[in-house]
């Protein structure tokens, strides 16, 4: 009889005692340190992700669609800019920025763009005002980051605007011209200046045939320009500008074959360039360059495809897109070329953030 009391008590107790779980993914905190990688997918196959990689090299592949029950990132991720608490990602077929909580990866809501507008890069000017450029429509918008909403619809730019950077009052915006599609129409090439203020083109920088991307040294009051050139021109070679608008003019040129990515140590000044053949350092105050890493893709394969920096650790940071229609990886390298890890993502890492 004290037998069978004591196996009834066991087994109430048993009954009684919680069942371990497994933790809510939407409420586990990402790990401090750690860096978002925006993976674009395929053109109009809605499979964009964000992707988030801690100090150790662990990949978290689909945030959103981890963290947020139903719900994708979008098509075809282009930018990520954290202001705050918040992570702000373009996903430009779809025309929205989408806004994530940076701590919980929880959605939080959308700025949408009307009549196919898609929103490509996207910059902080000041406090919660943000710009991003519209590249087919070749203008850029102001948004409101803390009401969600979009400010200004269109200030006009130049032939298909791509990347775009803000420094002490100016809005720079490479008008890339999609290359020789665009060739000879105005403005393709160069690059517009626009006040921050009233969005007013105030300057137009010459001769950056395919600019593709600005990059502020907020530091020392410089803008770095990286342009490819033109397909058709197959033995000109493209590079990279260093303009002061201080004293109004390009003070620095250095020549790559098809820059890919361009990053600022903002603590040397010295810049990362990749290009067709690897990483370049360039220090421009002992006008030096150095080979970080090389690396060369052969037959479309294991494709290098956008450089990032990683702001807390000072550490490159490479996407490559191996065949652009596997998934990818993210690569980190400290500043002397050295692989730190290397983490599996999404379909062709183009975009990080910190």
Request: proline share 5%; with cysteine.
């Amino acid at each position: 009889m004290r037998t069978i009391i004591i196996l009834v008590v066991a087994s109430f107790c048993v009954r009684c005692v919680p069942v371990p779980t497994a933790p809510d993914p939407s409420t586990t905190p990402l790990v401090s340190g750690g860096f978002f990688v925006v993976c674009e997918g395929l053109w109009r196959q809605d499979n964009a992700t964000l992707s988030f990689i801690t100090p150790t090299g662990s990949a978290e592949r689909d945030v959103v669609s981890t963290r947020n029950v139903g719900l994708r990132l979008g098509d075809t991720g282009s930018d990520i800019l954290v202001r705050g608490d918040s992570i702000y990602v373009c996903a430009s077929t779809s025309g929205t920025i989408e806004v994530y909580h940076r701590l919980t990866g929880i959605w939080k809501g959308r700025i949408r763009f009307e009549n196919g507008r898609e929103p490509y890069r996207l910059v902080i000017v000041k406090d919660h005002v943000a710009v991003c450029s519209i590249r087919n429509d070749d203008c850029i918008a102001e948004i409101d980051l803390r009401l969600l909403t979009v400010r200004v619809p269109r200030a006009p730019a130049g032939p298909a605007p791509e990347g775009l950077c803000c420094l002490r009052g100016r809005i720079y915006v490479a008008n890339s011209g999609l290359g020789d599609l665009r060739l000879k129409e105005t403005g393709a090439g160069t690059v517009s200046v626009l006040d921050a203020k009233d969005l007013r083109v105030v300057k137009t920088i010459e001769g950056l045939p395919n600019a593709m991307q600005c990059t502020a040294d907020a530091v020392r009051g410089l803008i770095w320009f990286t342009y490819r050139h033109l397909a058709t021109k197959p033995d000109s070679l493209g590079g990279v500008v260093c303009y002061d608008p201080a004293l109004d003019s390009i003070i620095d040129h250095q020549r790559f074959v098809s820059p890919k990515g361009l990053v600022v140590d903002p603590t040397t000044g010295i810049i990362y360039v990749l290009h067709r053949d690897g990483i370049d350092s360039f220090d421009r105050n002992t006008q030096t360059r150095r080979t970080i890493a090389t690396h060369k893709s052969t037959n479309g394969n294991d494709v290098w495809y956008s450089l990032g920096w990683w702001k807390s650790q000072r550490a490159l940071l490479v996407g490559n897109a191996r065949t652009y229609v596997t998934d990818g990886e993210v690569i980190a390298l400290d500043l002397n070329g050295n692989v730190s890890f290397k983490a599996g993502v999404g379909l062709n890492p183009s975009a990080f953030a910190d």
